[in-house]
Structures are given as structure tokens and as C-alpha cells.
């Protein structure tokens, strides 16, 4: 390798480095409801894995509600954020800044989420008592989670839109 090629390298990294930088903080303007939309999915995906088996453990363990749901959030938000985590090291950056831009990425798409989808169920009659062999139980959770689906996408768009959210992601693919 000649000294010109790597110069060329950096010079490229760093301009590819600017580029988005400018691009996150002017947004772009581009975010469409499919990219919202399939952002929004793949949160969506860690978050409901995360929930059932939640809710799956804390029954299996009797416990009550409250407990059952918190266990529920930290592991939806731990799934959320480990899917995320998974592309982002596939592409060879370090766990730290991985890390780093997971939570920058996926924080206030899974908040929302969470919210949305735990409060459905808190405010659904029935549905916190509702056992887990219950269809009645899988049809409210499918419904919150569609709730959830429907009310978090104009947020990911939104971010999108300004470079934050899914969009400091798409860097790393």
C-alpha cells in the first residue's frame, strides 16, 4: 500500500464522517413512513420478545402484576436495544460506541412503545388478570402492541427526519 491510498482513506472517512454529522444535524428531510414504519418494526420485534418473556418469567414465578411488568419493560428494552446492538457490531464498529448509538437510536422509540403498549394493557379491564393461557390475554397484548406499532412510527419518522433516531444507524449498514 502507497502512502496516497491511505491519506485517500482517511480523507474519505472523515468526509463520509462530516457528511453524516452535517446530515444528522440539519435532517434530511427524507424520512419516508416506510423507513419510519420498518424502524419502527424492528424496535417493535425486540420489545415484544422482551414482553412476553417478561410476562412469561414473572407468572412462571408468581408474582404480581407490577413486578411481572417492570421485569417486562427492562426486558424489552434489553431486546430492543441487543437487536439493534447486533447490526451495529456486524458492521465492525467497537461495543462502545455500539452501545452508544443503540441507545441514541432506539431510547425514545422503546419509551414510547412501552408506554403505549403497558398502558393498554393496565387500562384494558381484565387484561392484568387475564392469564397467559387466556386468549383474551394474546388478543389485548396483540392489540396494544398494534397500538404501540401505530403510535410510535410518526415518532421514528419524525427523528428520522432530523437525523436522530434509526438514522444514525443506517450509517453502520
Not at 50 to 76: F, H, K, R, S, Y
Request: hydrophobic share 55%; with cysteine; aromatic share 10%.
Amino acid at each position: 500500500m502507497h502512502a496516497g491510498h491511505g491519506e485517500h482513506t482517511i480523507h474519505a472517512h472523515h468526509e463520509q464522517h462530516h457528511d453524516a454529522r452535517a446530515h444528522q444535524e440539519h435532517g434530511t428531510g427524507k424520512a419516508t413512513w416506510s423507513m419510519a414504519a420498518k424502524a419502527t418494526l424492528h424496535c417493535l420485534t425486540g420489545c415484544a420478545i422482551g414482553e412476553v418473556l417478561g410476562m412469561v418469567i414473572g407468572t412462571a414465578l408468581g408474582w404480581a402484576d407490577l413486578p411481572t411488568m417492570v421485569l417486562a419493560i427492562v426486558l424489552a428494552f434489553f431486546f430492543g436495544y441487543a437487536f439493534t446492538l447486533r447490526g451495529i457490531l456486524k458492521a465492525g464498529v467497537d461495543f462502545r460506541t455500539a452501545f452508544r448509538v443503540a441507545l441514541a437510536a432506539d431510547t425514545l422509540s422503546i419509551a414510547v412503545m412501552e408506554l403505549i403498549d403497558n398502558g393498554v394493557l393496565a387500562l384494558w379491564p381484565g387484561a392484568m388478570d387475564a392469564h397467559l393461557t387466556d386468549a383474551f390475554f394474546w388478543g389485548v397484548l396483540a392489540f396494544a402492541l398494534f397500538a404501540a406499532f401505530i403510535i410510535t412510527t410518526p415518532v421514528n419518522k419524525w427523528m428520522i427526519g432530523r437525523g436522530k433516531g434509526h438514522a444514525v444507524v443506517h450509517q453502520y449498514h
